[in-house]
């Protein structure tokens, strides 16, 4: 009775066949994911200088492979489970067949009965042997994998630490160039100044006998009158001769300045607030006071400035510097700056 029952508990482990097609089946999707992997990663090499988007990218492989490896390492334990099993049931079907072996040694002649359960017993254990032996095979290759995941992991990690040392360097380079930049923009600064307060000193002492020629801050101001006659743009004489002499010191100073300091003189023209009466020349202020601007520029290029120097603006009403509606206020505000800036 007890051969019989050893013998039915034997035939119920038929199902390891399925369970090994299904760990091979598997080991198959493993593998597939693993080409996936592998496919990405060329991708990733040729992508890897895009800093902080292959950053990202890198990080999130880094996740999805780390997944990959606690997976694998969840497999493997099971592998072994497996064969641990495997090993007990073994060590079982030799304890049945060395019982058996015995119990024929002792009893002269045993049975045909005992002879089939010890030649089924043999089988079932050949077959517990060999399911064993591929199931270390398999758990052999697991470690395979998981090897060539780790190496792929430490390539990644350094080709992260790589492309972060590329970029903390870069950052300095650039850090670096942007206070070069400041300094040197700082110098060209300083010198357009030194050569503006040389400018504008000498038309004081040029024009210094005019009450009608002022420096306002950075500005050399003119008052429209001692320019043009009333809304007009046509130079009068006294204006031609004020600024020639502004066209003289203009050409005595620019052989002085740098090549490589980019000024311009800006001609601003202004106005006051009275309307311009309809039917007249302009049609409003601003076309007057940047008619007059003009007029200036293309007088002091026929006196030889160069033209690539000069810029005329026109501003009518809108930028005062005197307040309200007085006449003298008005008249302060009808005027023709210039200003030696950088373009």
Not at 321 to 335: D, K, L, T, Y
Request: aromatic share 6%; proline share 3%.
């Amino acid at each position: 009775m007890a051969l019989a029952r050893n013998r039915r508990s034997n035939r119920s482990v038929d199902y390891w066949p399925g369970f090994v097609d299904a760990l091979a089946t598997l080991l198959l999707a493993i593998m597939f994911l693993l080409t996936v992997f592998v496919i990405g990663q060329f991708i990733l090499t040729r992508e890897i200088s895009g800093k902080d988007e292959v950053l990202n990218r890198l990080n999130s492989q880094i996740a999805e492979l780390t997944q990959l490896l606690a997976l694998e390492k969840g497999n493997t334990q099971d592998a072994e489970d497996m064969i641990a099993s495997l090993q007990a049931s073994l060590s079982s079907a030799e304890a049945a067949r060395s019982r058996l072996q015995a119990l024929l040694d002792a009893g002269a002649g045993a049975s045909d009965s005992a002879q089939a359960q010890i030649g089924a017993l043999s089988e079932d254990l050949e077959a517990e042997r060999q399911l064993s032996a591929r199931a270390q095979n398999q758990i052999a290759l697991l470690n395979q994998q998981i090897a060539a995941l780790r190496a792929q992991l430490a390539a990644v990690e350094e080709a992260l630490e790589v492309s972060e040392a590329k970029d903390d360097a870069s950052q300095a380079r650039i850090a670096d160039l942007g206070r070069r930049l400041n300094v040197a923009l700082a110098q060209k600064v300083q010198e357009l100044n030194r050569y503006r307060s040389d400018f504008f000193g000498r038309l004081r002492q040029i024009l210094s006998d005019r009450e009608n020629i002022r420096i306002v801050g950075d500005r050399f101001v003119f008052q429209s009158e001692v320019l043009f006659p009333s809304g007009s743009d046509e130079l009068n004489e006294d204006g031609r001769v004020e600024l020639g002499k502004l066209a003289d010191a203009l050409l005595e100073i620019v052989p002085e300045i740098p090549e490589d300091i980019n000024w311009v003189l800006r001609v601003d023209g202004h106005t006051d607030d009275v309307p311009i009466r309809p039917g007249g020349q302009f049609a409003d202020n601003w076309e007057l006071s940047s008619a007059r601007a003009n007029a200036v520029v293309r007088y002091l290029i026929s006196e030889g400035v160069p033209a690539n120097r000069l810029v005329a603006a026109g501003f009518a009403e809108y930028q005062p510097i005197a307040e309200g509606n007085s006449p003298e206020a008005r008249a302060q505000n009808r005027r023709i700056e210039f200003k030696l800036t950088e373009r």
